[in-house]
């Protein structure tokens, strides 16, 4: 990982890059290790997926780390109360890069019921969200099909040049975006 992460910088373009980009998604997506981050009941879910019967192993993760410097996936399972929120955005500033978040269910992707001043009103706020999980809790087929699907865009992100025209199209597509004071729902 270190490796890649270092060639990143003298990356070429053209064919040679697509390869790389290639190479490094195949690596980079069969190799995930989560942070072990359970916030609330959707723990117990994320502790079942782990478990015999749904196995997360079969998809070489089921290495839950203890120490954040060994993990690059964070799957924030619960709410996150405003006192939890500095910790979760350290551990997540302590993991190896390049890292992925997946806010899982409700609660962590945008408070859920939890509309009050103790709950940050979805982990976005406090850290990037790759994936966001819906349900209360969400099932682990759930969860597994999160990290599936997490998978396809880690095997397909690009690097070097093509990252950072991506990045900018992104910005200017923010940029251009109607501001949501002026958005209407369905009556627009
Ligand atoms: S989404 Fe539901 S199950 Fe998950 S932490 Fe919130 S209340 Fe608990």
Redesign the pocket.
Known sequence: MGLIVGLEEKLPSGFLLTTVEKLAGYMRKNSLWPATCG???????TMAAGAGRYDLARFGMEVFRASPRQADLMIV???VSNKMAPVVRQIYDQMAAPKWTIA??????SG???NNYAIVQGVDHIIPVDIYLP????RPEMLMDAILKLHEQIGNEKLGPNREKIIKEVEAAALAAKPNHQLKGLLT
């Open positions: 916030l609330a009941c959707c723990a117990i879910e399972a619960g709410r899982m269910g409700a609660c962590a992707s859920g019921m939890f349900g209360c809790p969400p």
